[in-house]
């Protein structure tokens, strides 16, 4: 008889909120359902208040990892609906902001999935590794993360000239490490005995799903939007898309670790093509229109669709974070595998829930009803009971209630 | 195939319904839905006998009817087409296409929630990510709920006008 393994509402691996129910016959998952909806903060709503400037400083803040990706594909949109080209300096300057977030993204990933499968030793290397990545983004943009150095029309902060010889000696000493790790995770027994064959996706389920990024990739879609649909300084480059057949955790791991090499030739490239000059062109005003920006991030493709009436706010902005479409693909991963095996499943594609979730309904029914914390408190506990109430036998939170 | 010949396929084939029209960058272009009808045969030819990838749908309110745009792309030759369609107010609704593109189950979902359209033949077509305390009625991007409820923003942008 099919049983439901309620999982929430955080996830089992990952810091983040969302419910998964997993039918179960015996050890084996039959059907999973997911609930989303815990980190909506009304993104979409908020973008039609704000002029096309403020807009790129909003949408970065979608996400944490991906703060480069979404205000990329919004000013490429903004770009394309203005008809204009970025000078040389600007399309290098992204293309090397872009491609270092590729690479903390990816190891930031690969560090928590070997935590996942209990591998605590590739997880402090690889986010030791990881340090290099920031202080290089720290040091050209600013900050570790959210830079804030990309606006329609080119970016805001110019490389100095002690940068460029300081990125090319920790791109040096970092290649190595990410050949090291090529090496450990490609010939690991260990490895390939937990992660080959668990939570297969195959080639035509991609493609129903209309899965993206290092997760289509995996099941041998070949898809890049830097390649595909060409834009700034990626023709320019010589790089390659990598591509696997099996559609497992491994694979999805092992495309992600091999991505890194090839962010690293960008930037290499990038960073000896890279000519003075300016960094920026004027938009004056953004005609009315529609047009869309897409963009690679590191989770897939990123989608901006942006309309136009002329003014100086856009009427409508829609947002489509790769995890939206790749999260679903648990639906089919996920059947057939062990219940152990779903946290790491899910945590395969590296969801990311903050930006699944952008949009909500922000209009208050009574503005003047705002919730503070004691309140948010109070509302939170009652929901505690409530939940521990729908579960017979979880009284561990009422007796702390008690208590 | 080629860019070309993909174009060429569709005005062939879905000529009669539909009107092609290229959009402000080369590979961008926009593909009309004369009658709504039509919309689940259109994608049907695009999804799975042109081959194209559904990238997502958006939904756009307007003053008669909620524009839904379907963006389907062409990765090989890149090329983007985004197919429009319109569900007529006071009761939009339209043919759910999640029987041809599973991958569109959520984002019908995501537009009922927001602009109220009802996706016909969808199995589940219950609201995404709101939280289940919002009265079944509450659709926060129409244009009469806008109207109801304007966040602060937009109640200082009126003031500012006034």
């Excluded at chain 1, 791991?253 to 091999?258: H, K, S």
């Excluded at chain 2, 559904?54 to 909620?66: A, C, K, L, Y």
Aim: with cysteine; net charge negative.
């Amino acid at each position: 008889m099919a049983k439901i393994i309620p999982t929430g509402p955080y996830h089992p691996i990952l810091e983040e909120p969302e419910f998964f129910k997993f039918h179960v016959e015996g050890e084996t998952i039959t059907r999973i359902d997911m609930t989303i909806g815990y980190s909506h903060r009304g993104i979409e709503l908020l973008s039609e208040s704000k002029t096309w400037d403020q807009v790129t400083f909003l949408v970065e803040r979608i996400c944490g990892i991906c703060s480069f990706s979404h205000p990329y594909a919004y000013c490429l949109a903004v770009e394309n609906l203005c008809c204009i080209e970025v000078p040389d300096r600007a399309k290098y300057i992204r293309a090397i902001i872009a491609e270092l977030e590729r690479l903390h993204s990816h190891l930031l990933w690969m560090g928590l999935a070997g935590h996942f499968i209990g591998y605590n030793t590739v997880f402090m290397w690889v986010w030791k590794y990881r340090e290099i990545v920031l202080d290089s983004l720290e040091m050209t943009t600013g900050n570790r993360n959210h830079y804030a150095n990309i606006k329609p029309g080119g970016v805001r902060r110019d490389f100095e000239d002690y940068m460029i010889p300081q990125l090319e000696k920790w791109m040096d000493e970092l290649e190595p490490k990410l050949e090291m790790l090529v090496n450990v995770v490609m010939d690991d027994p260990v490895l390939h005995a937990r992660l080959k064959g668990v939570g297969v996706l195959t080639y035509q389920q991609a493609i129903d799903y209309c899965a993206t990024g290092p997760t289509a990739r995996g099941s041998g879609v070949d898809i890049d939007n830097r390649r595909d649909f060409p834009f700034d300084a990626y023709p320019l480059l010589d790089w390659d898309v990598i591509t696997m057949n099996e559609g497992d955790v491994f694979a999805k791991t092992a495309v992600r670790l091999l991505e890194n090499i090839e962010s690293l030739k960008i930037i290499r490239q990038s960073l000896k093509k890279m000519k003075p000059g300016p960094i920026e062109v004027e938009i004056k005003e953004v005609p009315p229109g529609e047009a869309i920006g897409v963009y690679e991030a590191p989770r897939g493709e990123t989608i901006h669709y942006i309309r136009s009436d002329g003014s100086n706010m856009p009427i409508r902005h829609k947002v489509r974070a790769p995890s939206y479409m790749n999260i679903l693909t648990n639906e089919v991963s996920c059947v057939g595998a062990a219940l152990a095996d779903g946290g790491l499943i899910t945590a395969a594609h590296d969801p990311c829930y903050s930006c699944t979730e952008r949009m909500a309904a922000v209009r208050r029914e009574d503005p003047d009803n705002v919730i503070n914390s004691k309140e948010l408190a109070r509302l939170s506990r009652e929901k505690t009971k409530e939940i521990a109430g729908e579960y017979p036998g979880n009284d561990v939170i009422k007796d702390q209630e008690g208590k | 195939m080629t860019k070309k010949e993909i174009l060429k396929n569709i005005e062939n084939n879905l000529g009669d319904k539909t009107s092609l029209g290229q959009g402000c960058k080369e590979n961008q272009y926009f593909l009309l839905v004369r009658d709504k009808r039509d919309i689940k045969e259109v994608m049907r030819y695009l999804f799975k006998d042109l081959g194209a990838r559904m990238n997502i749908m958006t939904g756009v309110d307007g003053r008669d009817s909620v524009e839904v745009l379907y963006h389907m792309s062409w990765d090989k030759v890149g090329l983007m087409v985004t197919v429009k369609a319109f569900a007529e107010k006071p009761f939009p609704s339209i043919d759910s296409v999640t029987d041809v593109i599973i991958g569109a189950k959520w984002i019908e979902r995501e537009i009922y929630e927001l602009f109220d359209v009802k996706f016909k033949g969808h199995p589940e077509l219950i609201p995404l990510l709101r939280s289940d305390t919002r009265p079944a009625d509450y659709f926060p991007f129409k244009r009469e709920v806008k109207e109801k409820h304007p966040t602060i923003r937009e109640k200082e942008k009126g003031t500012k006008e006034k």
